[in-house]
C-alpha cells in the first residue's frame, strides 16, 4: 500500500513540477546556469519530460522508462541546484540551508526513482 501511495505521490509531484515550468517560467530561467545556453529551451525541455515522466511512472509499461528518465533529469537539474544554493541570488526569498539541503536531496530523489527502475 505504501509504495503505491508513494508512486502516485512521486508521478504527482514530477507532472506538477513540469506543468510549474510553464506556469511559472520567471523562476526556472533564473535558476539556469548562465554557463549553459538556451535557457528557454531547457527550462521548456526539462518541463516536458518531468511532465512525461511524471505520468509515464503511473503505467506499468512506462513505469521503468519514466523512472530512468528521472533518474537523468535530476543528474541533468544539478547544476542548477547547485548554482541556487552558490549564486546568492536567492536569499531571502528561499532559505540558505534549505538550498543546500536539495543538494543531497537529489541523492535521495535518484534513489526513490531506481526503486522503480525494477
Known sequence: MFA????????????????SHFRNPKF????????LPAHQ???AASGVVEIACGIGLLFPQTRIWAA???????????PA???????????????DWFLWLRLPLQ?????WAWLYTK
Do not use: C, D, R
Open 81 to 95: 541546484n547547485l548554482y541556487m544554493a552558490t549564486s546568492g541570488k536567492f536569499s531571502p526569498q528561499i532559505a
Open 68 to 78: 530512468w528518465g528521472i533518474i537523468a533529469l535530476l543528474i541533468a537539474v544539478f
Open 107 to 111: 541523492g535521495v530523489l535518484i534513489w
Open 41 to 43: 529551451f531547457l527550462v
Open 28 to 35: 526556472f530561467l533564473k535558476i539556469v546556469p548562465p554557463w
Open 4 to 19: 503505491k501511495i508513494a508512486l502516485y505521490a512521486m508521478a504527482a509531484f514530477y507532472t506538477y513540477a513540469g506543468v
